[in-house]
């Protein structure tokens, strides 16, 4: 696998999940999600972060960098999850310290209230499953 050809968790959530990206840069968190990892990231979708707007809004001034790199950091768990990896009934213990609850319903991946809309999305430093809601610590 070369690594040129395939990117970071950033430049794809860059291009896929633009609050995303701008959530994290506002964070400071662009070089840990940029390091070797591996990390497994529940990326929200934009739509998600839209559904939130107000606390979103509140979460990127700079006096909430440190709310907002919590909020962030319990999107991302540590080592590689394929969805396969998952199993109903797990845990997940994230970067942030929270646990989040895996269920598995009719074929349905659901991380915490979150369901999974697109799985295994391979990055050089991870994988990246895409999720319909923000997670919240």
């Known amino acids: 696998m070369d690594n040129e050809t395939k990117k970071d968790i950033v430049a794809i959530a860059s ?39 107000s606390s979103v809004d509140t979460l990127l001034k700079p006096e909430n960098k440190e709310e907002l790199a919590k909020v962030l950091t319990y999107h991302v768990v540590a080592g590689k999850a394929h969805a396969a ?15 989040l609850k895996v269920s598995i319903q009719d074929g349905k991946v659901k991380i915490g209230g979150a369901t999974v809309t697109a799985a295994d999305i391979e990055a050089s430093n991870g994988v990246i499953h895409v999720i319909d809601t923000v997670l919240l610590p």
């Not at 497994?40 to 559904?51: E, I, K, N």
């Not at 199993?87 to 994230?94: K, R």
């Open 85 to 99: 990896d998952l199993s109903d009934g797990q845990e997940l213990t994230t970067v942030q310290g929270g646990k």
């Open 15 to 53: 291009s896929d999940c633009k609050t995303l990206a701008a959530a994290v840069t506002a964070a400071g968190l662009v070089e840990t999600l940029q390091g070797d990892g591996p990390f497994t990231v529940f990326a929200p979708t934009d739509a998600a972060f839209a559904d939130i707007q």
